[in-house]
Protein backbone atom coordinates (compact mmCIF):
# COMPACT_ATOMS: atom_id res chain seq x y z
CA UNK A 1 0.00 0.00 0.00
CA UNK A 2 2.43 2.49 0.85
CA UNK A 3 4.44 2.11 -2.77
CA UNK A 4 0.89 2.84 -4.57
CA UNK A 5 0.66 5.97 -1.80
CA UNK A 6 4.18 7.07 -3.02
CA UNK A 7 3.54 6.60 -7.07
CA UNK A 8 0.35 8.49 -6.71
CA UNK A 9 1.99 10.81 -4.15
CA UNK A 10 4.96 11.84 -6.93
CA UNK A 11 2.34 11.71 -10.10
CA UNK A 12 0.39 14.44 -8.34
CA UNK A 13 3.73 16.31 -7.93
CA UNK A 14 5.55 16.11 -11.02
CA UNK A 15 2.03 16.55 -13.01
CA UNK A 16 1.19 19.71 -11.05
CA UNK A 17 5.03 21.14 -11.31
CA UNK A 18 4.84 20.22 -15.37
CA UNK A 19 1.47 22.64 -15.00
CA UNK A 20 3.16 25.51 -13.28
CA UNK A 21 5.71 24.95 -15.72
CA UNK A 22 3.33 25.78 -18.58
CA UNK A 23 1.34 28.41 -16.95
CA UNK A 24 4.96 30.28 -16.02
CA UNK A 25 5.83 29.58 -20.06
CA UNK A 26 2.74 30.76 -21.38
CA UNK A 27 2.31 33.71 -19.34
CA UNK A 28 5.90 34.57 -20.55
CA UNK A 29 4.70 34.13 -24.11
CA UNK A 30 1.65 36.10 -23.67
CA UNK A 31 4.10 38.95 -22.48
CA UNK A 32 6.84 38.81 -25.06
CA UNK A 33 6.34 35.81 -27.44
CA UNK A 34 8.93 34.22 -28.97
CA UNK A 35 11.54 36.45 -27.12
CA UNK A 36 9.13 35.25 -23.55
CA UNK A 37 9.49 31.66 -24.30
CA UNK A 38 13.40 32.02 -24.72
CA UNK A 39 13.48 34.35 -21.07
CA UNK A 40 10.93 31.44 -20.06
CA UNK A 41 13.28 28.44 -20.08
CA UNK A 42 16.35 30.24 -18.81
CA UNK A 43 15.11 32.11 -16.17
CA UNK A 44 13.47 30.54 -12.38
CA UNK A 45 10.09 30.89 -11.66
CA UNK A 46 9.96 32.87 -8.59
CA UNK A 47 7.33 30.78 -6.18
CA UNK A 48 6.52 34.85 -4.45
CA UNK A 49 7.96 37.06 -7.15
CA UNK A 50 6.21 35.61 -10.13
CA UNK A 51 2.26 35.86 -8.91
CA UNK A 52 2.79 39.01 -7.85
CA UNK A 53 4.63 40.44 -11.35
CA UNK A 54 1.54 38.31 -12.95
CA UNK A 55 -1.33 39.79 -10.79
CA UNK A 56 0.48 43.78 -12.07
CA UNK A 57 0.57 43.32 -15.34
CA UNK A 58 -2.43 40.86 -16.25
CA UNK A 59 -4.59 42.12 -13.37
CA UNK A 60 -6.05 39.13 -12.22
CA UNK A 61 -4.98 37.06 -9.28
CA UNK A 62 -3.02 34.12 -10.12
CA UNK A 63 -5.23 31.33 -7.98
CA UNK A 64 -4.61 29.04 -10.24
CA UNK A 65 -0.82 29.24 -9.92
CA UNK A 66 -1.72 29.02 -6.28
CA UNK A 67 -4.18 26.16 -6.48
CA UNK A 68 -1.26 23.70 -8.63
CA UNK A 69 1.25 25.12 -6.05
CA UNK A 70 -0.64 23.55 -2.75
CA UNK A 71 -1.56 20.32 -4.98
CA UNK A 72 1.78 20.11 -5.56
CA UNK A 73 2.63 20.20 -2.25
CA UNK A 74 -0.28 17.89 -1.18
CA UNK A 75 1.43 15.33 -3.53
CA UNK A 76 4.65 15.80 -2.11
CA UNK A 77 3.39 15.29 1.66
CA UNK A 78 1.39 11.89 0.33
CA UNK A 79 4.69 10.92 -0.70
CA UNK A 80 6.44 11.72 2.16
CA UNK A 81 4.19 10.05 4.43
CA UNK A 82 4.36 6.73 2.63
CA UNK A 83 7.73 6.76 2.99
CA UNK A 84 8.15 7.23 6.20
CA UNK A 85 9.54 3.92 8.11
CA UNK A 86 11.59 2.71 4.80
CA UNK A 87 14.90 3.53 5.98
Not at 15 to 32: D, E, Q, T
Not at 37 to 62: H, N, R, S
Amino acid sequence: MRTIGKIIGYIIWIVAGILMFIFWLSAWSKWLGIFGIILGFILTPGFVIFPIIFWIVEGVFPAFYFILWGIGIVGLAITAISSWGED
